[in-house]
Structure formats: structure tokens, C-alpha cells
């Protein structure tokens, strides 16, 4: 009951959001709203898209240029309040919200190997180093697709460093570490995002440090962060046929697990969208927006809809 209220209360703010300025109009088919509810002080999102119904869909960008994923911390949907998170909430208004996103497992390791493995290699913990030689994962079939990938690490090192932690870095959420058939060139401090966005590779993973991604700090921390870094290709991607995903790893290790799962970007129509949806439904989304064969756990699950 109390995520059905603060999932109510999310299309009721959107009412007095407008129309969202992310490319296109809506459309006759796009997202109706739902009327609203009260929510108890604190008891998850208090503003955001309207709903969307289960046949909507979100994008009609086809294929994008460029696609960052952002994977933020051990949050569930309803930590997510206003007040400590606005810079998520201004994106969720114009972004296409998966309400019943979910986390493969826990704890953080296996979910991430999840997101760019289609599997989670049999990691049950966050153990370091992993080693998993050659197995199929998304850099892999990217860059045999004559694509790029590139990781972005907050804190790591230095360029291709495979140390399990430094500071605030931990390997643990840099799973392009973990394979022997993705260079090491592609891992990436970072203080290497370019500021020129056309010069990212294809798909590009961001993972802030454990205090910017909300593990270690607050949400808004993290949120903070998001503002000062992730904005301005926020702001630049409708209008440059790129996405930005931003998702967390997992909640705070709650039985359901259910997290935020949200994109933004060009053609992608805003709205709250029903479907279940979890983190190979995203790497299937990824591998379909270009074409790539699915691997492991994503080949069985179904893409987040319409957005390639």
C-alpha cells in the first residue's frame, strides 16, 4: 500500500510539471496521469512523471549515439525523497521511470556483474580480485562490433589500475576489471569523461566513489554529485540522439529489492512505466539498441520498452 501511495503522488506532481521539454510533444498515446494521493513525510518520491500504460512506449529514438549508464548505491525507490534528492527528481520529470525496477540480488558485486555479464558468475559477495578469464560480457561484444566502451571510475588510480581499493574506490563496482578480453585501456579514471560529449565511445558506464554513489553518504550527497557532474550531458543528450540510465545496484537490502530505474534523452517519451523490469532487462536493452547477440540472463529477458 504505501509504494502504491507514493507512486500515486509521483503522477499527481507531475500535473503541475507541463509538458516535458525532451524533444518531442507528447503524443495522443503517450502517458496519462493518474489522479493522486497523499504520502507520509519521507516515504519515497514526492514528485516525477505521470503514468504510462503498460502498452506505451517510452522512445522512438532508435538507435542513439552514445548511451551512459550511471549506477548509484544501496537506495530503494522509496528513499528517494524530494527534499534530499532534487537533481533526480528534475530528471525523473522528464524521463521515462521503470516503477517496478528491481536488483538482481545481493549484495553489490554479483549485480553489477549482472548489469555487464548477463550473469553473475557465481559471486555471491564482494569479494576481490575476481578473475573471469574471457567470458562473454558487453565491452566484449561492443568492441567486436566495431563499437566502443569505456568505464568510468570515480577514484580509480589510474588508467586500467586493477587494485581492489584506493580511497573511496573499489573494484568491486568496476566489473570491466574483472574479464581477461576487455583491455585495460578501457577502464578509465573519472577525471577522463571528456567535456566534449561527442567524444564519448558508444556505451559508457559511470560508477561515482562509495561516498558520491550514496553508500557510504547520504542521498543527498550523491545527489549533489549527480548535479554537478551528470547535468550537463543531462541537459545535451535530447538534442544530440544520446541517452543517459541512471539505475542503482540494489536497495537497502530489502527482501523486494526494488530500485530506480530511469532514462532520459532523445525521443524518449516521460512517463512512469509499469512493466517489471530488472538489471538484464537493461543490458538487453543496451545489446538491442545495437544490434549485439544477448548473453547469459539478458537473451530470456525482455528490454526496457521502445527505448531503441
Known amino acids: 500500500m504505501r509504494s502504491r501511495l507514493f507512486l500515486a503522488a509521483l503522477a499527481a506532481s507531475a500535473l503541475a510539471l507541463g509538458p516535458a521539454a ?10 496519462t496521469v493518474l489522479p493522486g494521493a497523499s504520502v507520509p513525510p ?50 525523473m520529470a522528464q524521463a521515462a521511470v521503470f516503477a517496478d525496477a528491481h536488483a538482481v540480488t545481493h549484495p553489490s558485486q554479483p549485480n553489477y ?19 573471469l578469464g574471457d567470458r562473454p560480457n558487453l565491452a566484449r561484444s561492443l568492441l567486436d ?18 587494485v581492489c581499493t584506493s580511497g573511496r574506490y573499489a573494484r568491486k563496482h568496476n566489473p570491466w576489471a574483472d574479464f581477461d578480453n576487455v583491455p585495460a585501456s578501457v ?34 550527497t550523491g545527489d549533489g554529485w549527480a548535479a554537478a557532474h551528470l547535468d550537463g550531458y543531462r541537459r545535451w543528450a535530447p538534442q544530440h540522439h544520446a541517452l543517459l540510465v541512471v539505475t542503482f545496484d540494489e536497495d537497502d537490502n ?44 539478458s537473451a530470456s529477458a525482455a528490454p526496457l520498452p521502445g527505448i531503441c
Not at 524533444?23 to 498515446?29: I, N, V
Not at 566495431?146 to 586493477?162: I, K, N, R, V
Open 113 to 131: 556483474l549482472a548489469l555487464f555479464s548477463g550473469s553473475t558468475q557465481g559471486v555471491t559477495d564482494d569479494h576481490c580480485p575476481v578473475r
Open 42 to 91: 519521507g516515504a519515497g518520491p514526492t514528485a516525477g512523471p505521470a503514468s504510462a500504460g503498460a502498452n506505451a512506449t517510452p522512445s522512438t529514438g532508435g538507435r542513439p549515439d552514445h548511451v551512459v549508464v550511471v549506477v548509484f548505491e544501496n537506495k530503494s525507490y522509496e528513499q528517494l525523497a524530494a527534499a534530499q534528492a532534487p537533481w533526480l527528481h528534475a530528471m
Open 187 to 220: 577502464s578509465q579514471p573519472l577525471t577522463s569523461f571528456p567535456s566534449t560529449f561527442t567524444d564519448l565511445p558508444t556505451v559508457s558506464f559511470v560508477v561515482p566513489d562509495l561516498c558520491h554513489d550514496m553508500h557510504d553518504c547520504a542521498v543527498g
Open 22 to 31: 525532451c524533444g518531442s510533444p507528447a503524443r495522443p498515446d503517450g502517458p
Open 145 to 162: 562490433a566495431g563499437l566502443g566502451f569505456t568505464g568510468f571510475s570515480e577514484g580509480l588510480p589510474a588508467p586500467g589500475s586493477t
Open 254 to 297: 530489502s527482501p523486494g529489492n526494488q530500485i530506480l530505474t530511469m532514462v532520459s534523452g532523445a525521443g524518449v517519451r516521460p512517463g512512469r512505466y509499469p512493466q517489471r523490469v530488472d538489471h538484464y532487462s537493461l543490458l538487453r536493452t543496451i545489446e538491442d539498441c545495437y544490434g549485439l547477440t544477448a548473453i547469459g540472463a
